[in-house]
């Protein structure tokens, strides 16, 4: 589903002042609408989130280039070997220089996206302090993960010459049905408190549900999503015994047991219809086409900046170019799978629920709540977006 927050815009100042609303869970509310002035608030966020996006794209791609052409990706290679001998050895230090360089360069554009652009909209409930302790957390979940990957990709290069990508995508393809099936259980806690979601109307009418379409699943959860944002979203998570609904807590707060019952069914028809599966199969081509396209550029390209070997550390920055490369040409193929997926999911729930007022409500609220552009241009809707604009949802299931 979107994320999203319930908001009004103030003329004066062009904020979002985000008002909590205490709702009625015994009827269907009226019909919600978006004021003009909010949908003008979501244009101008959205705006300026997609700039920041393409921004940082543009300077992956300048910071990769610059390091290959200008040779300073040489330069720390010879640093990091003069401290260290073992290739591996190396092979981290290398990581961790140029880490550190990107780190710093990006910092200012990660500041303005990731805090002040949220606090600006009154998004975020995120104090400086708990916005860089949440980041670090991130760095410091991902490097016990992130390490013995990065070495079993050097041990690939350095010992299956041009079919290196072959095993390395094998091990990306387990390592990701691993982390499917542990993060809901080791990795999301770290950032979020989960509580069983209490036994109420709610919870009756989402087992109902789950019941209906003979379901089972390992538990429905609200987690304290608002102690980061006034967003809201809910998602499915984990396969096998750890499969699992999750709800943001402003979800819960801000949205009928209707709207949330339809909500429910959404992220239900994505298991029911298999999507999750299918995206992984897709992913997994993805993996395995990209990663061959990409050796074969590598390889080829290697003599063009004066590289002998696949495995020089001072080359595999082209390395990361040719993959950025990749991911840019196929994310639009990836995104039109995903928008038909939502579509399906958003179709599902109406046969599922019968309601189409609340799932209308739940949109727009959804949008209200996210500052989401309702109706994005054409071609930034191809490009970037995974989900159908909210109108284009409301639309179809309308017809339905």
Not at 11 to 18: G, P, Q
């Amino acid at each position: 589903m979107e994320q999203a927050a319930v908001g009004r815009s103030d003329s004066n100042d062009k904020h979002i002042d985000i008002d909590v609303v205490a709702q009625s869970r015994a009827s269907n509310p009226p019909q919600y609408r978006l004021q003009n002035s909010e949908k003008e608030a979501a244009k101008q966020y959205s705006r300026t989130k997609l700039l920041l996006g393409v921004l940082g794209t543009a300077l992956f791609f300048v910071l990769s280039g610059v390091l290959v052409i200008s040779g300073l990706s040489r330069s720390v290679e010879h640093f990091s070997r003069a401290l260290v001998s073992n290739d591996y050895l190396a092979l981290l230090l290398f990581a961790l220089s140029l880490g550190t360089i990107e780190m710093i360069l990006t910092s200012p554009l990660s500041f303005y996206s990731g805090y002040y652009l949220e606090h600006k909209y009154r998004l975020s409930n995120q104090t400086i302090g708990a916005w860089m302790w949440e980041g670090m957390k991130g760095l410091l979940v991902g490097i016990p993960i992130t390490t013995p990957i990065l070495i079993a990709f050097y041990y690939c290069l350095k010992n299956f010459g041009t079919m290196w990508w072959l095993p390395v995508a094998s091990l990306l393809f387990f390592v990701s049905v691993i982390l499917a099936r542990l993060a809901p259980i080791l990795i999301f806690p770290l950032f979020y408190k989960f509580r069983p979601l209490e036994e109420n109307a709610l919870r009756k009418r989402i087992l109902s549900l789950c019941e209906k379409v003979g379901f089972r699943v390992e538990g429905i959860y609200s987690f304290d999503m608002s102690k980061n944002t006034k967003k809201a979203n809910a998602a499915f998570t984990g396969i096998g015994k750890s499969r699992r609904i999750i709800l943001g807590d402003t979800l819960v707060a801000n949205f009928t047991d209707e709207e949330i019952e339809v909500v429910f069914a959404h992220e239900l028809g994505h298991y029911k219809l298999r999507h999750i599966w299918t995206m992984m199969a897709v992913g997994t081509a993805s993996s395995f086409l990209g990663l061959f396209c990409t050796a074969l550029l590598y390889q080829t390209s290697l003599r063009w900046f004066g590289f002998s070997r696949v495995d020089e550390l001072a080359a595999l920055p082209l390395l990361t170019l040719w993959l950025g490369a990749y991911s840019l040409i196929t994310s639009p193929l990836g995104n039109m799978v995903s928008r038909a997926h939502e579509r399906a999911a958003d179709k599902y729930a109406i046969g599922l629920t019968h309601d189409k007022e609340s799932f209308a409500n739940a949109m727009r609220k959804l949008a209200s709540i996210n500052l989401a552009d309702t109706a994005p241009p054409p071609l930034v809707e191809f490009f970037f977006y995974s989900h159908p604009s909210i109108e284009k949802r409301i639309q179809a299931v309308e017809r339905l």
